[in-house]
Nanobody
Framework: QVQLVESGGGLVQAGGSLRLSCAAS????????MGWYRQAPGNQRELVAR???????NYADSVKGRFTISWANAKNTVYLQMNSLKPEDTAVYYC?????????WGQGTQVTVSS
């Protein structure tokens, strides 16, 4: 079992920045990949960024160059640094990991970007 707890969401003006955190606990030795997803009202949940334990990353085209995912292994925490935020980035952001057949999600944190 793995527990994921997100924090760091909030309200920010367009062009601003936020940093999201995802703290993992439980069977963390089994985690090899962590990801951030987001879901806006009426939309499907979509991948924002993903990172492996070896440091490989990939990003959605819509956030490339603006968002950075990082993993502080010693703190069992994954971060999502979001810069140059746009109103279309408004969504609930979820932390995720997959271990075997089990898909783990955090409770989500709201990010609202005003124009």
């Amino acid at each position: 079992q793995v527990q994921l707890v997100e924090s760091g969401g909030g309200l920010v003006q367009a062009g601003g920045s936020l940093r999201l955190s995802c703290a993992a606990s439980g069977s963390i030795f089994s985690i090899t990949t962590m990801g951030w997803y987001r879901q806006a009202p009426g939309n499907q949940r979509e991948l924002v960024a993903r990172i492996t334990s070896s440091g490989n990353t990939n990003y959605a085209d819509s956030v490339k160059g603006r968002f950075t995912i990082s993993w502080a292994n010693a703190k069992n925490t994954v971060y999502l640094q979001m810069n140059s935020l746009k109103p279309e980035d408004t969504a609930v952001y979820y932390c995720n990991t997959v271990i075997g057949w089990a898909n783990y999600w955090g409770q989500g944190t709201q990010v609202t970007v005003s124009s």
